[in-house]
């Protein structure tokens, strides 16, 4: 089944035209020289985080398959939900699932292939045409992530990384995370908050960035999937962290009462 762009006119340009001049305008950067296992990458209107997600997926080093991991804002569908098969739309490309792979990784118990967990939901969405600028054979995994049990997101991370360090995939597949950070803070509350869960990803700690936002209570919309993301990561052989940039919404638009944070991280 294939999925059809729900947000762009909204979150991003709606013609193909203006949409890919403003997508290069924001890839900023060359690809690291090491192989990028994950990628975290802002999901908001391109007005505010375009540039963070443009610098930071323009200096990932990504495979060629990619698994997109988001997490749900629209509360539909499973938990963790896979899309399996077709194709994801964008004004002027698409990007094709990778059929195999999620074959594969839909026969881990606790994942399910799912389309309604994604018909909606707009944080991969985003991504694609900054994927689909630098290399437009990309294949993806979209998987939908809101299941809250860090347990069950450890052992998942742990599933995850034996399917893709399999004989099959050898290792030759990257992650890329969807979230944005705090959201409706003051700007110097949502320096001071994510700072804390930045430092965690930068120590390759998915449980101290799960324990943390849950202790400070940080609206980190991808918590979930990027818990998930960096178990996983850690197993596949990851070693270091970087942050690529950081602001909020209030360093675009001037209004620093109610600001939405934007991370863009690399784990290679």
């Given amino acids: 089944m294939d999925r059809q762009a729900i947000v762009a006119g909204q979150f991003y340009p709606g013609t193909a035209a203006t949409l890919q001049q403003q997508v290069q305008k924001l890839l900023q950067g060359q690809p690291d020289e090491k192989k990028t296992i994950l990628a975290m990458a802002p999901h908001a209107g391109y007005i505010f985080s375009g540039s963070i997600a443009g610098q930071t997926l323009s200096q990932a080093n990504l495979s060629k398959t990619i698994i997109l991991l988001g997490p749900n804002h629209t509360g539909r569908g499973a938990r963790i939900a896979l899309w399996p098969d077709g194709k994801w739309f964008f004004p002027g490309g698409h990007l094709q699932i990778n059929e195999n ?13 799912d389309y309604q967990a994604h018909l909606y939901e707009h944080s991969l969405e985003v991504l694609l045409p900054f994927l689909w600028a630098i290399n437009n054979n990309f294949q993806i995994v979209p998987i939908s992530v809101s299941e809250y049990n860090p347990a069950i997101l450890f052992q998942l991370g742990q599933k995850l990384a034996q399917v893709l360090s399999s ?18 803070i003051s700007h110097e509350q949502a320096q001071k908050q994510d700072k804390k869960a930045i430092e965690q990803i930068l120590n390759l700690n998915p449980e101290g960035l799960y324990n943390i936002v849950a202790q400070e209570n940080i609206s980190m919309c991808g918590v979930l999937p990027m818990t998930l993301g960096l178990a996983c990561a850690k197993i596949l052989g990851a070693t270091r962290a970087r942050l690529v940039a950081y602001a909020t919404s209030g360093d675009i638009n001037g209004d620093y009462t109610k600001v939405v944070g934007y991370a863009g991280m690399i784990v290679s």
Avoid at 101 to 113: D, F, G, Q, R, V
Avoid at 167 to 184: A, F, G, K, P, R
């Fill in 101 to 113: 792979l999620a074959s594969e990784i839909a026969k881990i118990p606790e994942i399910t292939p």
């Fill in 167 to 184: 004989q099959q995939y050898n290792n030759n597949i990257s992650l890329v995370v969807s979230s944005d950070m705090s959201h409706y």
